[in-house]
Nanobody, 119 residues
Framework: QVQLVEFGGGLVQTGGSLTLSCAAS????????MGWYRQAPGKQRELVAS???????NYADSLKGRFTISRDSAKNTLYLQMNSLKPEDTAMYYC?????????????WGQGTQVTVSS
């Protein structure tokens, strides 16, 4: 069973930084793509950043330059470094793992970690 557990959310002031972690069960290379999504109250869940098993990274255009996705294969952990945080970054952040199998493509989600940026 796939388990994703996020850590690192919290309350930070505008301009501050946070690093989110996502500990995955099993090797992170067993997933085609891993990524971070966020959902603010009343809004749809949106992609923040993702990384493929081969290391290709993708970012939401509005977040390029402030957020960095990375991984540590030895720890089976995905990270999201967030700098220059703004109040509009306030949201629940979710870790995602996508796995393609013969029977189809499956998405797995963590429980989420809250990030609140105060003005």
């Amino acid at each position: 069973q796939v388990q994703l557990v996020e850590f690192g959310g919290g309350l930070v002031q505008t301009g501050g930084s946070l690093t989110l972690s996502c500990a995955a069960s099993g090797s992170i290379f067993s997933y085609n793509t891993m990524g971070w999504y966020r959902q603010a109250p009343g809004k749809q869940r949106e992609l923040v950043a993702s990384i493929t098993s081969t290391g290709w990274k993708n970012y939401a255009d509005s977040l390029k330059g402030r957020f960095t996705i990375s991984r540590d294969s030895a720890k089976n952990t995905l990270y999201l470094q967030m700098n220059s945080l703004k109040p509009e970054d306030t949201a629940m952040y979710y870790c995602n793992a996508r796995k393609g199998m013969v029977t189809g493509t499956y998405d797995y989600w963590g429980q989420g970690t809250q990030v609140t940026v105060s003005s």
